[in-house]
């Protein structure tokens, strides 16, 4: 079945490291994204790409980095410099452009940095 | 402050009610996305509206999308606990038609 592949579920790391989230798609979708979700505030965009090697700063990119060298996927890296890194992540991806195309989730990793 | 606001923030109803969820842009928008969220998972596209006036139906849920394009209500006939979650609206922006924000959502519970 296609689909988005988060992982892992759940992550925890000290402060002061680099985390690398997984996400991989089957779905053959062109764009790909990485939101943050906190409680009470929706989902906030971090980084986008609309095709491989190619990719655009979100609302919140501060603090994260993104790769693009393959289709099929699109890690995010959590590094020390995110100040509150702790947060619910998702990814998504869509077939042609966001404005006529839905957006499909992962199931999330959520991250906890003590 | 935020693009899309959503009314109300959450909702307790007991089973068989209807109810309405509504989400709310100070801008014209150029499409709109309902998405469902369990707790702690992904989100699941529900419908998605792009002409003022449109409406669509799925199951026990339907979806409107005003005339003028800036408001879209979420409308639940007789209520089941399999609806309950947290329900965003999301909307592409005009400066960028790839970038899709998304309002705070509205958590709703359905008593049995």
């Known amino acids: 079945d296609g689909g988005i592949t988060q992982s892992p579920k759940y992550l925890f790391r000290k402060e002061g490291q680099n985390v690398t989230l997984s996400c991989e798609q089957n779905?053959?979708?062109?764009?790909m994204y990485w939101y943050r979700q906190d409680p009470g505030q929706g989902l906030r965009l971090i980084y986008y790409?609309?095709?491989?090697?190619?990719?655009q700063k979100g609302d919140i990119a501060e603090g994260y980095s993104v790769s693009r060298e393959k289709k099929e996927s699109f890690p995010l890296t959590v590094t020390s410099a995110q100040k509150n890194p702790t947060a619910f992540y998702l990814c998504?991806?869509?077939?042609?452009?966001?404005?006529?195309?839905?957006?499909?989730f992962g199931n999330g990793t959520r991250l906890t940095v003590t | 402050s935020q693009e899309l606001e959503q009314s109300p923030q959450s909702l307790i109803v007991q089973e068989g009610k209807n109810l309405t969820i509504n989400c709310t842009s100070s801008?014209?928008?150029?499409?709109l996305y309902w998405y469902k969220q369990k707790y702690g998972e992904g989100l699941i596209f529900l419908m998605m509206l792009q002409k003022g006036g449109e409406e669509k139906s799925h199951e026990k849920i339907t979806a409107k999308l005003d005339e003028k394009k800036q408001q879209s209500s979420l409308h639940i006939t007789a209520s089941q606990p399999s609806h309950a979650g947290i329900y965003l609206c999301g909307a592409p922006r005009k400066t960028s038609y790839d970038k899709v924000i998304f309002g705070p959502g509205t958590s709703l519970s359905v008593i049995p």
């Open positions: 998504a991806s869509t077939y042609g452009r966001a404005y006529n195309s839905p957006l499909h």
């Open positions: 779905l053959n979708h062109d764009a």
């Open positions: 801008k014209t928008l150029y499409g």
């Open positions: 790409s609309q095709i491989v090697n190619d990719f």
